[in-house]
């Protein structure tokens, strides 16, 4: 027979759990750009970002999604580079590259930018990106932890391409996999 303190003890962790759990639904969340990126129709320099928002629910409060996004000068569009752990799901690769508003919400969370390139010579760290994201080795394989994730997949590109000078913050939980998978 459980003793008081220990039936206590799952009730207590029983309602931390659904204190933890989102109150929205993701589905209706919001998707809406931010305002961050510049408008590929006023800006015409090329542009590279790296962005970061909570991620969905609990998860947020301890860790970020992130994804970059690339507009070419004269491009009427950016592209946003990310891995998505759902399009497994769906039989998909977890791994996308599509024209889309760079700087969306996350799911209700606004994004925050990490880092910014603009203008001579963005469009060959451009090109070096799509290199990256080419050879980038877990387009099929996803796990929330500790990793391959949306940020192992940033953390990759940002390794490949030093020139982003990009360092993630602790909060990107899976950029980590790059050193320990690969032993760099």
Not at 59 to 85: C, L, N, P
Not at 146 to 154: A, D, H, K, L
Request: with cysteine.
């Amino acid at each position: 027979m459980k003793t008081l303190p220990t039936i206590l003890g799952y009730l207590l962790l029983s309602q931390l759990t659904m204190a933890c759990s989102t109150s929205g639904d993701w589905r209706i969340a919001s998707r809406e750009s931010a305002g961050i990126a510049p408008s590929p129709d006023s800006h015409q320099q090329a542009v590279v970002q790296v962005y970061g928002a909570d991620a969905w629910g609990w998860r947020g409060w301890f860790a970020i999604h992130t994804w970059i996004s690339a507009k070419r000068s004269g491009q009427e569009h950016y592209t946003v580079y990310d891995v998505v752990g759902w399009r497994k799901y769906r039989g998909q690769p977890v791994m996308a590259a599509l024209p889309d508003t760079p700087d969306r919400h996350w799911f209700g969370s606004k994004p925050e930018l990490l880092i910014e390139h603009r203008g001579n010579g963005v469009d060959q760290l451009i090109d070096e990106i799509e290199q990256a994201v080419a050879d980038y080795p877990w387009k099929n394989e996803y796990r929330a932890f500790p990793g391959p994730n949306s940020n192992t997949f940033v953390a990759w590109v940002g390794k490949k391409v030093p020139g982003l000078n990009l360092d993630l913050p602790f909060s990107a939980i899976g950029s980590g996999y790059v050193e320990k998978s690969t032993g760099n």
